[in-house]
């Protein structure tokens, strides 16, 4: 999973860092303008939070509830987290917004 950081956060901690000294401990990454490491966390992708989020994906059905003809539930073996693939063995879908392994957000459906 990829991680999600707050670039305002990352070039503050690195401005605390340096604290505007000619980066004599990484001269290699310091050139005529000042040191690269802020240029390179200003051009760092951002990741797209619509692609972070995951579903409950049922395994195997085992059973119904059902009134006459209606179905008041359905039970699976388990269910797995559509993002990172664990497997957790309860026959409803899960009530977690977030799955607890990877922690990504749970679409509701």
């Not at 000294?21 to 240029?39: Q, V």
């Not at 008041?72 to 917004?97: L, M």
């Not at 392994?101 to 679409?107: A, T």
Request: charged share 30%; proline share 5%.
């Amino acid at each position: 999973m990829a991680d999600l950081i707050d670039r305002n956060l990352a070039l503050s901690t690195y401005q605390d860092v340096c604290d505007g000294i000619a980066c004599t401990e990484c001269k290699m990454h310091y050139d005529d303008y000042g040191c690269l490491f802020e240029e390179w966390i200003e051009k760092l992708p951002s990741a797209e939070p619509e692609r972070m989020t995951g579903k409950w994906m049922p395994g195997k059905e085992t059973g119904r509830s059902m009134i006459g003809d209606a179905v008041i539930a359905i039970y699976y073996d388990h269910f797995t987290c559509s993002r990172c693939g664990r497997v957790y063995n309860t026959e409803e879908k899960p009530k977690w917004r977030h799955c607890p392994n990877c922690g990504v957000k749970m679409e509701d459906e």
